[in-house]
């Protein structure tokens, strides 16, 4: 997969700006975008694929859009990212909409995994006055 330009990139993280803090991050020929440290798209092949979950993959398939597919174990692989209309990749504001969707997407993606940590968590030590002292054992006979 050749990289995309950086031209396409800044491109693309002006787009999506509006939703918030973007940056890009080089990635298996690629490169991922973030938004606020949130995984949102990847950008592969100069075109931009959002992410998407059961709540907005709908809205993307009904305006057109397309699956990230690649080929991987000799089958074609898909990823939960989409393509947005070709209205959004013309301006911020066309954008946002669908931004906001990816954003919302990874949003929901992270939330089970942070109440997973949060069951996991050590538990507390025990005061030490809840603690009783070991009784020494008597020698056997």
């Known amino acids: ?3 995309p330009s950086s031209a ?3 491109h693309c993280l ?3 700006a509006s939703a918030g803090a973007p ?3 080089r990635m298996f020929g690629g490169h991922g975008l973030y938004l606020d440290d949130l995984f949102v798209a990847i950008v592969a092949d100069e075109q931009l694929f959002l992410k998407v979950d059961e709540t907005t993959r709908p809205d993307f398939e009904a305006a057109g859009g397309r699956p990230f597919v690649y080929e991987g174990k000799g089958r074609a692989m898909t990823l939960g990212f989409w393509t947005p209309p070709d209205e959004a ?3 911020p504001d ?3 909409p669908w931004a906001r969707r990816a954003l919302a997407a990874a949003l929901r993606a992270r939330a089970p995994a942070a109440r997973k940590r ?7 030590p025990v005061a030490a006055a809840a603690v009783r002292p070991r009784r020494p054992r008597s020698p056997r006979r």
């Open 94 to 96: 066309g954008m946002a």
């Open 23 to 25: 940056r890009a991050r």
């Open 89 to 91: 990749m013309e301006s």
């Open 14 to 16: 002006e787009l999506l």
């Open 8 to 10: 396409f990139v800044a």
């Open 118 to 124: 949060a069951v996991a968590a050590p538990k507390p």
């Open 1 to 3: 997969m050749p990289s």
